[in-house]
């Protein structure tokens, strides 16, 4: 399986910036794609960025211009520069990992989540 481990969430003012990042370890190569998921409460999980294993990226329109996703695989790293930071960008923040296409690795797991880290914006 794979355990991933968020950090550098916070409290910020509108305008700042934050870089979030997501240590993958255990069966790292079972990843594929890689990606950040927001969440507020009463509301569902939405997609902020995501990228491939070979090296594509997208963005939800919301964070396109002020985000940037990026993958160290060679630390097993995968981060999120946050800049112009906006109070509707406040909600915990998930790291995702997807399973490579395969009977051994989907037998281990076809999804993984981090534990979360919470970013509130101030006006």
């Known amino acids: 399986q794979v355990q991933l481990v968020e950090s550098g969430g916070g409290l910020v003012q509108a305008g700042d910036s934050l870089r979030l990042s997501c240590v993958a370890s255990?069966?790292?190569?079972?990843?594929?794609?890689m990606g950040w998921y927001r969440q507020v409460p009463g509301k569902e999980r939405e997609l902020v960025a995501v990228?491939?294993?070979?090296?594509?990226?997208n963005y939800a329109d919301s964070a396109k211009g002020r985000f940037t996703i990026s993958r160290d695989n060679a630390k097993n790293t995968l981060t999120l520069q946050m800049n112009n930071l906006k109070p509707e960008d406040t909600a915990v923040y998930y790291c995702n990992a997807g399973s490579l296409p395969t009977i051994q690795c989907y037998r281990k797991g076809n999804e993984y989540w981090g534990q979360g880290t919470q970013v509130t914006v101030s006006s």
């Open positions: 990228t491939t294993s070979g090296g594509s990226t």
């Open positions: 255990g069966d790292i190569s079972c990843i594929s794609h």
